[in-house]
């Protein structure tokens, strides 16, 4: 088949199952993915005949996208902050909310301009201490999860981008006080709860890790009491915490703050959602 061929057939294929905006750059993805083609390459390519092997390759993809498999699990990879992450499935596929929470504290960090010690709660694919290590190059950085799996991950990707980052495979919400001082810590923690299951797209139910996601529905602020409180012993003085947060939680949380004794400010994503966090103790 040629490569027209192929694009015509995954349209008809995967036209019932995704939406013709998103299907087409799909499916440039995996042609890509499989020829090493880039766009350009496959404007210029498009009556060049594709091996067997390639062929058998991207009908396998295609099965994989009918069954709702997110396109990154797919072909493994990821980008979070123009870095191309490695991505399984023991790790969250990272969000562009979360590059929104990633530039304000590099903005924060530029305005105190001094060597800063940063701790990511929840790290999943290491994609937040990795972003700030590279644009916070003076910065001791470290990741956090209890996952071993998304460590391992976490881990591939801060050696293959050249980022320093330690890590540290501890359970947080059994941990009450951490050995080092931190100036930053962040968390993108999960924080929906079991009750919006059924409002959830299938992709992210039966693919992404349900550890990152779900809080139970008694009690869904969890990690950001155990958080705030961990930070009361480990923050170091004008420490700050920064949180990715669900955007209906934004009143809920600065109210948990303020009882606990900070500061807080709530910021709007690009979608004018409540999305983000930074609290300092009073
Ligand atoms: C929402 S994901 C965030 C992943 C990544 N930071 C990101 O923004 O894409 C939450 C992460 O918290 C981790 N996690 C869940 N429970 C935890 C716990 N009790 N202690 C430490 N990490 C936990 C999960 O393994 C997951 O990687």
């Known amino acids: 088949m040629s490569l ?13 199952k ?14 890509e993915a499989v020829t090493g083609w880039n766009r350009m390459q496959q404007i210029v ?3 060049t005949a594709l091996t067997k092997e390639q062929q058998a390759q991207i009908e396998q993809y295609a099965e994989q996208l009918l069954l709702g498999k997110p396109i990154q699990y797919i072909l493994g990879k990821a980008w979070f902050m123009g870095n191309e992450l490695t991505v399984n499935e023991h790790v969250l596929i990272p969000r562009p909310e979360t590059e929104e929470l990633v530039e304000w504290i590099i903005s924060y960090a530029s305005i105190i301009n001094k060597p800063l010690s940063i701790l990511d709660i929840g790290t999943g694919s290491g994609c937040i201490p990795i972003a700030l290590k590279l644009a916070l190059p003076n910065c001791t950085v470290t990741g956090l999860d209890i996952s071993k ?14 980022a320093t980052v330690e890590w540290m495979e501890t359970d947080i919400l059994n941990t009450a006080a951490l050995d080092n001082t931190y100036d930053i810590i962040v968390s993108n923690p999960p924080y929906i709860p079991l009750k919006e299951k059924k409002e959830m797209q299938e992709q992210v139910l039966n693919f992404e890790p349900a550890i990152a996601l779900f809080v139970s529905n008694e009690d869904p602020l969890i990690y950001y009491r155990v958080i705030a ?10 420490g700050q915490l920064f949180f990715e947060i669900h955007y209906d939680k934004g009143k809920a949380i600065l109210a948990l ?6 500061h807080a400010e709530l910021r709007q994503d690009s979608f004018g959602k409540n999305r983000m ?3 300092s103790l009073k």
């Open 18 to 31: 995704i939406d013709a905006v998103e299907l087409t750059s799909l499916i440039g993805m995996l042609i």
């Open 229 to 238: 409180k961990i930070g009361k012993q480990n923050l170091s003085k004008n």
């Open 149 to 162: 799996e998304a460590l391992a991950v976490a881990e591939i990707n801060a050696n293959k981008l050249k």
């Open 257 to 262: 703050l303020d009882e606990l004794n900070y």
């Open 4 to 16: 027209q061929e192929i694009k015509i057939f995954l349209k008809q294929k995967l036209a019932s």
């Open 45 to 47: 390519n498009v009556n």
């Open 277 to 279: 966090i930074r609290a």
